[in-house]
């Protein structure tokens, strides 16, 4: 009788591949809920912080808000060179130690320029997860699935944004209704309810630590730099030895006369010129779309819809707890729907529900209206524009350029998000929220037109068939 796989092992066989694939995506993905924990956080941190350092003025407060997103800059251009160089891994290990120390360091700061040093460098692990974690998940996922695993990341990120929504209402649960500037500065809150907030992201920051031990290198970088059996090694567990054998073929078909380290300069190629603006503009357009306002300026725009501070941080909570369940959504259409029909529909549902807040905030609406708006934007956002950028990203770029792109696109968004974040309080002094979100919704038709004009859809190819077609 002759011994061979049964139709049974070869599934159970399958069956392992499957959850290992999922376990190091997953694993990967952490550094997107410790960026969107620590990114959002400061949100609910905001009135007791800017009470407890006695900050005055809008300028000052945008620059506690936005001060992060200088190290996030840094640590987005510092990705491409140093993950070409030293790895996917050791980049994403290197970004949970910096995790778990500035979140210690931001709990305990004694003054403000402390703080904001503290944030600063926390920013730059943000910088390395948000470049880092979507595309090792890329360079790992087979295509046929690559859109959910990439939009596990945006998945992690909304789960982290909810964990902080959900910490910072919790500390802050039993605040006194109506409790005045005087009495918040001088209570528990305001002295170390806060530092709670912030010094709570160091215990899913070792978890990440811990995780990233467990997984492999990214099997593209490792054929980058010469290693071709360990290669071999981590798409066979991936996909079995054909498709290990199929991918290294394709990989280094693309590699072929390139050198093991990317000069950024040989990004201003005029073959490479194009997908590398098509880039860029949908990083800096996933920022200036404007929902990132919504959670790092929650408390302004509900105070003017005529909520109170517990108010607030209730429908924070609510915000968070949309924006997940609508990520889910994007999970299940994204490989079916494709990428491009998804962000053309989050840049039109954007645009009509900003108009619609805008003329809310102008005829002196208050409340539950408002509310729904706000909930319905974030609802847009978390199935569109926020999950499936990061896919696009993560994949339209030529393996050889790969590291060296996504940083510069990744730091274009850490940019534009500066810009946002900076200058909402002076937009919403000077504009009124009215002439702000009618802006923003402006921004959002340009999105609109510019998707429309530019995105190819990419649902199912392999990267390397994505590079030909785009690149050549």
Do not use: H
């Amino acid at each position: 009788m002759k011994n061979g796989p049964t139709p049974r092992s070869d599934a159970l066989e399958i069956q392992r591949r499957l959850r290992y694939v999922w376990f190091i995506s997953i694993v990967a993905a952490l550094g997107g809920l410790l960026f969107g924990y620590d990114w959002v956080v400061i949100g609910g941190a905001k009135p007791f912080f800017e009470r407890y350092f006695e900050l005055a003025g809008a300028s000052a407060r945008g620059w506690a808000n936005s001060c992060a997103l200088i190290g996030c800059l840094i640590g987005a251009m510092a990705a491409g060179v140093l993950s070409d160089r030293f790895g996917r891994k050791r980049l994403l290990l290197a970004s949970a130690l910096v995790f778990i120390v500035t979140s210690l360091g931001n709990g305990l700061a004694p003054t403000f320029t402390v703080f904001v040093i503290w944030r600063m460098l926390g920013g730059t692990a943000i910088g390395l997860a948000s470049n880092l974690s979507p595309m090792y998940i890329a360079e790992v996922a087979p295509a046929r699935m690559r859109g959910r695993l990439v939009s596990v990341n945006q998945l992690t990120i909304v789960i982290g944004i909810l964990s902080a929504q959900f910490v910072n209402w919790w500390l802050v649960r039993a605040l006194p209704a109506g409790a005045d500037d005087a009495f918040i500065r001088s209570s528990w809150y305001g002295q170390s309810g806060w530092r709670w907030m912030f010094g709570l992201t160091a215990a899913p920051a070792l978890l990440f630590f811990v995780g990233m031990i467990a997984v492999p290198e990214s099997p593209r970088w490792l054929v980058k730099n010469g290693q071709i059996e360990r290669a071999r090694r981590v798409l066979a567990k991936i996909g079995g030895d054909a498709y290990a054998g199929t991918a290294l073929t394709e990989i280094e078909a693309t590699l072929t006369g390139e050198s093991e380290r990317t000069n950024f300069r040989v990004l201003l190629d005029p073959r490479l010129r194009r997908v590398l603006v098509l880039g860029v503009v949908l990083a800096v357009f996933q920022q200036w779309c404007g929902i990132n306002v919504i959670f790092n300026y929650a408390e302004e725009i509900f105070r003017a819809a005529g909520y109170d501070i517990s108010s607030v941080l209730g429908n924070i909570a609510w915000t968070g707890s949309v924006n997940l369940a609508f990520t889910f959504v994007a999970l299940a259409v994204v490989d079916r729907r494709g990428r491009r029909p998804l962000m053309l529909f989050g840049a039109a549902g954007l645009a009509a529900v900003y108009t619609a807040m805008g003329i809310g905030y102008a005829a002196g609406v208050k409340g539950l209206p408002l509310l729904l708006l706000v909930l319905a934007a974030i609802g847009c956002y978390g199935m569109s524009l926020a999950p499936v950028t990061w896919v696009v990203i993560s994949e339209i770029f030529p393996n050889r350029i790969r590291g060296a792109a996504v940083a510069v696109a990744t730091t274009s968004l850490w940019a534009a998000c500066f810009i946002l974040t900076y200058t909402f309080p002076l937009l919403n002094k000077g504009l009124g929220p009215a002439g702000t979100f009618g802006l923003y919704a402006a921004v959002c038709a340009a999105g609109f037109l510019f998707i429309r004009n530019r995105l190819p859809e990419t649902k199912g190819q392999t990267l390397e068939v994505i590079e030909k077609t785009l690149v050549g």
